[in-house]
């Protein structure tokens, strides 16, 4: 699929180095992904999924350089994590990065429409994610008619030595 200058595609093993350095830029914000693990810790992680049943991803690239991912799984088999009506007919959408230098071209866009080919193919209803409520691409998801399920509030207790 192809949009102006970018090509969205499945992600294959093969990609796992350009979406390990495009995570990096945003390690300061990811709370999961590339925190406190070395690139090839990552990129073995990345490669490890792709290679098991109902987990895929999908890359927007420009010239072979990837400026975009979107990493998810079917929930069928694990809804332990979610208690939320459905949550096993779902497909969760653990990771969606794209470079600044190339948002507001559509590429979340495509890239979550590519998510619900896939839900659609996996016979699944939905689609989900988690999100911080004061993360900008909040309005991203309200416009592509993602809706609110509840709340979750993370706490944090500092302890002294």
């Known amino acids: ?7 969205i595609r499945e992600m294959v ?6 979406v390990v350095r495009l995570a990096q830029i945003f390690e300061p914000v990811l ?3 590339c925190q406190g693990i070395t690139e090839e810790d990552v990129s ?6 792709l290679c ?3 987990w895929a991803g999908f890359v927007a690239e ?3 350089e990837i400026v975009g991912f ?10 332990n994590r979610f208690v939320f009506p459905q949550a096993h007919k779902t497909v969760y959408i653990l990771y969606l990065l794209v470079d600044e230098a190339f948002r507001g071209q559509g590429i979340a866009h495509i890239l979550l429409h590519a998510c619900e080919d896939l839900a659609r193919e996996w016979g699944r209803i939905g689609i989900f994610l988690d999100i911080a409520d004061d993360n900008p691409a909040l309005k991203l998801f309200n416009d592509l008619g993602f809706e ?3 709340a979750q509030v993370f706490m944090r207790k500092a302890i002294s030595r």
């Open 62 to 64: 420009i010239d072979g």
């Open 1 to 7: 699929m192809t949009k102006d200058r970018y090509r």
């Open 44 to 49: 073995t992680w990345v490669t490890d999924r």
């Open 52 to 54: 098991l049943a109902h």
């Open 70 to 79: 979107v990493f998810c799984r079917d929930m069928q088999e694990d809804t």
């Open 31 to 33: 709370t999961t992904f």
């Open 148 to 150: 609110r399920l509840g």
């Open 13 to 18: 093993s093969a990609d796992a180095e350009g």
